[in-house]
């Protein structure tokens, strides 16, 4: 009975995980991202929208799952540990490094032509290294290290050292203004160790925003989510002396009220912190750390308190607790799939020039469909994002009936 109600008990956490992934997979795939709602929209820079908790978020979810993982490591020994946590990492870092590179091929003119590792035209501009999934690697390889062997109390006080260390350094070793685009220190890391030509362009120049310097407070982000893992598994104590087994009343009351205390405290630490490290979360400032962290416990002890205290499942929980049984695969699939379709194009006219212009189907089913929704024209790109959305909980849901879930 105890082990059925411990599953029961963090139904909340896979509703998170999914609601997290599938909230990934709506920001990443408007119809046109010129037109997309200011929420769903990043900060530009400083600031931070409900966009760029998404990112965070599945972090600390990935921190989640390690404080049910870790224990059992732990008693397994450091041989099987490091055979799994090496190969889980290289392998996620591998799925993003393959991710960015895909379909390998684009279209030059009317032929097909190999993309090049580094452009033979422009020496700067070549294949993406790092990423999404990359940080995510990265953060959980070196997250289950420490969580390994350092004790949990430890882990905080290393997390304070951290956070604030990253703080320092920013300030010390940044341009005149160390918090800016141009002034970051962890660009000169980036350009020395991965090169300009494999760095993200979205700013317009090399800066990549998943690059190695802030990977490092991300790796907190993970160990906050594996520590509140931990408080939640052990029903909310927080000195973890329980001498008897407490009523489902007071494992709630205690969990709840740790949770939101925490919660609270972290965006107030985070709030004040901003006044002199801004919550940013392109260089991953410790404020950014602080003020996401906040709002992710925050929203995990509200879905418990509706999911666990109140009982409440409905076809919204289950729509999300889809996603977060094969997390990994949907968000990979959904980056796959749009470059895959990309390769078929489908004539779609004659421009000013006189040349062939050319769409793909879900660009057609944009610009046929969607973007015919009338109003604004965020409303169709908004329609569209929804659409690939609905395909892909689809095809979670298939796999979840066939109980299929796809493990890296």
């Not at 979810?61 to 190969?87: C, D, E, H, T, Y």
């Not at 033979?120 to 294949?127: E, H, L, Q, R």
Request: with cysteine; net charge positive.
């Amino acid at each position: 009975m105890e082990s059925l109600q411990a599953k029961q008990r963090y139904y909340s956490l896979d509703v998170f995980r999914g609601a997290t992934v599938a909230l990934m997979i709506l920001v990443n795939n408007p119809g046109s991202w010129a037109y997309s709602f200011a929420p769903l929209k990043h900060a530009p820079w400083h600031g931070c929208t409900p966009t760029d908790l998404v990112f965070p978020f599945f972090l600390f979810a990935v921190g989640n799952a390690m404080s049910f993982v870790i224990p059992r490591l732990q008693a397994a020994g450091a041989a099987i540990f490091w055979k799994k946590v090496i190969r889980r990492t290289v392998l996620i870092f591998a799925i993003g490094f393959f991710l960015n590179y895909w379909p390998f091929v684009q279209w030059t003119g009317d032929s097909l032509t190999f993309r090049e590792w580094v452009s033979f035209t422009d020496p700067d501009k070549g294949i993406r290294i790092m990423g999404v999934l990359q940080r995510i690697a990265l953060a959980y390889g070196f997250a289950s290290i420490l969580a390994y062997y350092i004790k949990p109390r430890n882990l905080m006080y290393l997390s304070a050292f951290v956070l604030l260390a990253y703080w320092v350094v920013t300030a010390v070793f940044g341009g005149d203004d160390p918090y800016s685009l141009a002034g970051w220190f962890g660009t000169a890391i980036d350009k020395q160790v991965i090169g300009a030509a494999h760095m993200y362009k979205g700013e317009g120049v090399a800066f990549d925003p998943e690059g190695l310097a802030s990977t490092l407070p991300a790796v907190v982000q993970v160990l906050f989510g594996y520590l509140a893992g931990l408080f939640i598994a052990r029903q909310g104590d927080v000195n973890w002396l329980w001498t008897s087994v407490p009523t489902s009343v007071e494992r709630h009351f205690k969990l709840l009220s740790g949770l939101f205390v925490t919660g609270f405290l972290s965006l107030l630490l985070a709030w004040t912190w901003s006044l002199g490290f801004p919550i940013n979360k392109k260089i991953w400032t410790s404020s950014y750390v602080l003020y996401t962290t906040g709002l992710a416990i925050l929203t995990i002890g509200t879905m418990i308190w509706f999911i666990e205290v109140q009982g409440i499942k409905n076809k919204m929980t289950r729509f999300f607790d889809v996603f977060g049984k094969n997390p990994l695969f949907i968000f990979v699939l959904s980056g796959l799939l749009p470059r895959f379709l990309g390769l078929f194009r489908i004539e779609s006219g004659i421009g000013d020039d006189g040349a062939i212009q050319y769409t793909n189907v879900l660009q057609w089913y944009y610009q046929h469909v969607c973007a015919k929704i009338p109003g604004a024209p965020e409303w169709g790109s908004f329609a569209y994002a929804l659409s690939f959305l609905t395909l892909m909980w689809v095809i979670c849901y298939a796999l979840d009936k066939k109980q299929i879930y796809i493990k890296v």
